[in-house]
């Protein structure tokens, strides 16, 4: 038996909206979509490196407000990528935690990512 990693689900309002955060704002591309009729709910996969997120459109599927912890490396590089762009609706912050440098981020329907660098040990 071999369980993997999981993939969250979250729930989004608006295709567009979506995209200009998701895919313009922090980088992750589509990899696909399913629609299972052209007047019906989107659900798709997205990913950037090893990251990757379910964004759905289906009533059920998460609920606004959900959190998300996603441990990485290189915080402060991702930190001055996304100031960089200049988008007006997030200028996020690196904070540090006595578990790591954490940079949160809420997406355009309530949900929050949570980016975290944890501390690595010495000795």
């Known amino acids: ?3 993997d990693h999981p993939i969250p689900i979250l729930r989004i309002f608006s295709i ?5 955060f998701y895919l ?3 980088g992750f591309e589509k990899r696909w979509e ?3 009729a052209p007047d019906l709910p989107l659900y798709m996969e997205i990913a ?3 990251l990757v997120l379910h ?3 289906h009533f059920g599927d998460g609920t606004p407000g959900s959190a998300v912890f996603l441990p990485m490396e290189g915080i402060h590089a991702l930190q001055q990528e996304l100031i960089s762009k200049k988008a007006s609706f997030a200028r996020p912050g690196v904070t540090k935690e ?3 440098f954490t940079m949160n981020i809420a997406d355009p329907f ?3 990512l949570r980016f975290c660098e944890q501390h690595h040990e010495h000795g």
């Open 24 to 26: 313009d704002f922090l």
């Open 34 to 36: 399913h629609r299972f």
């Open 98 to 100: 006595s578990w790591g």
């Open 110 to 112: 309530g949900n929050h």
């Open 16 to 20: 567009p909206l979506a995209q200009t």
């Open 48 to 50: 950037r490196d090893s």
């Open 55 to 57: 964004l759905s459109e």
């Open 1 to 3: 038996m071999h369980l």
